[in-house]
């Protein structure tokens, strides 16, 4: 079951293929319109919805056909025209108002902010490395990058070698 936009839509692709705009709004019509909800459409569509439908099926059929094809046949070229135009301009309002909602959507869900990831957790640096005279030099300390930490770990390193000293 295909939703209304996607029937307007079938519709709208119906009528931009080659061949007559007769029977391109006659193929648009039993193919997809006819199935379509007017209850699911945009209260502000319905009522050019209904015009269309009614345009479409106004005549009586001759035997073998149906009410689009008679009516269609008894159409002057404007007439088809006007109606295919106001089938793709429905279809388009649909669109719009589709992504309206889907933007007034989006309005209302709150933000979440994002967590800054954790950084991880490094081990105290006591790599230890002899230079041949029995001496041991240590691995410097890594400052971070992050402004607050970076100024607490400059403070600790400051403070180890104050005591060391």
Excluded: W
């Amino acid at each position: 079951m295909s939703t209304t936009c996607e029937q307007l839509e079938g519709a709208a692709l119906a009528l931009a293929r080659s061949g007559s705009i007769k029977d391109r709004l006659a193929e648009a019509f039993r193919t997809h319109l006819a199935s379509v909800d007017v209850a699911e459409l945009p209260e502000a569509l319905r009522a050019q919805f209904r015009a269309c439908h009614e345009a479409l099926t106004r005549e009586r059929p001759l035997r073998g056909e149906d009410a689009v094809r008679a009516t269609v046949r008894k159409m002057s070229g404007l007439e088809a025209d006007e109606v295919a135009s106001r089938i793709v301009q429905m279809f388009a309002a649909v669109v719009r108002e589709q992504a309206l909602e889907a933007a007034r959507q989006v309005a209302r869900e709150p933000i979440i902010e994002p967590r800054p990831a954790p950084e991880p957790a490094l081990p105290p640096v006591a790599a230890v490395a002899s230079n041949g005279r029995g001496k041991r030099k240590t691995v410097p300390q890594v400052i971070s990058l992050y402004a607050a930490d970076a100024q607490s770990s400059l403070n600790s390193i400051v403070s180890q070698r104050v005591v060391s000293s």
